[in-house]
Structures are given as structure tokens and as C-alpha cells.
């Protein structure tokens, strides 16, 4: 059985920095491709980043060159370091995993999801 728990979500103040991580087990995260979304208030689930098996990524413009996202094999984590938060990333973040080594960019194609956990930005 597939489990992906996040944890690193707080409150911070704007232009700050903040590092999500999800933990993975039951695959090897070393070929199944990964991606984080979130949900801000009132608003619908966005992509945030991606990640495949062989370690290609993507991002959103709106975190493009302030998040990065990453993982350890050997940890079995994915990670996305957030810089430069604006309170237009107060969000609940998500990681997600899907039965396939390439990402892709919309939700439903991910099969597995974590529990979520919430950034907050104060201005």
C-alpha cells in the first residue's frame, strides 16, 4: 500500500523560506514520478511542481525560480524548498504520486495523495 505523508508547513512571514517534505513508502520513489499541489482559500487545487523518475522537472510560473523540488532515493523524499514566500503561496500543500515514471502537469493523473499540510505567509 502506497503512503506519502508531508510535514514542514508552518506559518512564516513574507519573503521567507520554508522546506516541505513527503515521505514515501510502499514504491520506490527512484521511478515513480511526483508532484506537489496546493489549494489556497477558495480556491481550486493548483500544480505547484514535478518531478519524474529520472529526476526531470517542472514548475508553475507563479514559483518558478523561487521553489525547487527534489528528492532522495535512498530516502525515499520528496522535498520543495520554498524561498521568497508571498502570501499569495498561503496554500494547503499537497504531494502526490502516480503509476507512472513521467509527470505530468494535471492532478487526476496522480493516484496517490498525502494528507496535506499548510503554509501560511504573513505579509
Known amino acids: 500500500q502506497v503512503q506519502l505523508v508531508e510535514s514542514g508547513g508552518g506559518l512564516v512571514q513574507a519573503v521567507g523560506s520554508l522546506i516541505l517534505s513527503c515521505a514515501a513508502s510502499?514504491?520506490?520513489?527512484?521511478?515513480?514520478?511526483m508532484g506537489w499541489f496546493r489549494q489556497g482559500p477558495g480556491k481550486e487545487r493548483e500544480l505547484v511542481a514535478t518531478?519524474?523518475?529520472?529526476?526531470?522537472?517542472y514548475y508553475a510560473d507563479s514559483v518558478e525560480g523561487r521553489f525547487t523540488i527534489s528528492k532522495d532515493n535512498v530516502q525515499n523524499t520528496v522535498y520543495l524548498q520554498m524561498n521568497s514566500l508571498e502570501s499569495e503561496d498561503t496554500a494547503v500543500y499537497y504531494c502526490?504520486?502516480?503509476?507512472?515514471?513521467?509527470?505530468?502537469?494535471?492532478?487526476?493523473?496522480?493516484?496517490?495523495w498525502g494528507q496535506g499540510t499548510q503554509v501560511t505567509v504573513s505579509s
Open positions: 510502499g514504491r520506490s520513489l527512484s521511478y515513480y514520478a
Open positions: 518531478i519524474s523518475g529520472t529526476g526531470h522537472t
Open positions: 502526490a504520486s502516480r503509476n507512472a515514471p513521467y509527470d505530468s502537469h494535471r492532478s487526476t493523473d496522480y493516484d496517490y
